[in-house]
């Protein structure tokens, strides 16, 4: 059982309304999104970007809050800018989700009139491996094998994933699967729709999946 704040903060961001997908695949990771935004049962914008590059190998969904969505984002991409530049190295995939989770954390935890509440889902790719992590809004960071869902629609969207995922997708396989639990999740979630974006990110680096493929993919008309 989750402790009540959790609860409080996990409730108020699906009532934003959203549906996320990131999945793991064996040559890759695959995030995706629908693009619209929603305030309670009004549509507010109809073409967002929900999946932001942060670094050349990671990339995230964003949940919640348009304004805390993009300063924290803002933030981890220069934090993770300045520890390439001190430490030669580039960031990895871990240290990216733990950098979002620990913002989130203290995001919450200071005094506001008006509670923060943004969720990201981490992927991408490094020297070890191909990653998934759920940066939640409480500012837990958990690592996924295979998939995650975050939004409204999670729920239908994982219906879809549980039945049909496996951990020998290709990236042409598992852009269908992510496709399929979207348009799941957008026929019966009102506050999800207005599109799809799909991004892959393997070793060549980070992709968007053009509007043509995503209809060649399923035949979304």
């Known amino acids: 059982m989750l402790p009540e704040d959790v609860q409080e903060l996990r409730s108020k961001l699906v009532k934003t309304g959203t549906t996320t997908i990131g999945l793991i695949c064996k040559d890759g990771v695959i995030l995706a999104a629908d693009r619209q935004a929603t305030a ?34 803002k933030l981890t991409k220069a934090e993770l800018k300045l520890k390439k530049i001190r430490t030669k190295l580039k960031p990895t995939v871990k240290e990216a989700a733990n950098l979002f989770a620990t913002i989130l ?14 969720a990201f889902i981490v992927g991408g790719v490094d020297d070890k491996g191909f990653w998934l992590y759920d ?11 295979d998939y ?10 994982y219906g879809v994933l549980e039945s049909e995922y496996k951990p020998d997708l290709t990236i042409k396989d598992g852009v269908k699967l992510a496709i399929k639990a979207l348009n799941t999740a957008m026929q019966r979630d009102v506050a999800t729709g207005s599109g799809i974006d799909v991004v892959t990110i393997t070793r060549e680096g980070i992709k968007k999946v053009v509007e043509e493929e995503l209809k060649q993919v399923l035949s979304i008309k």
């Open 40 to 73: 309670q049962y009004f549509v507010a914008h109809k073409k967002v970007e929900k999946i932001v590059p942060i670094t050349d190998n990671v990339a995230v969904t964003t949940a919640g809050l348009v304004s805390d969505i993009q300063l924290i984002s």
């Open 105 to 118: 954390y203290h995001n919450i935890r200071k005094f506001s009139p008006i509670l923060g509440i943004a």
């Open 135 to 145: 940066a939640a809004p409480d500012g837990a960071a958990l690592e996924h094998k």
């Open 148 to 157: 995650v869902s975050t939004g409204s629609g999670s729920i239908l969207a």
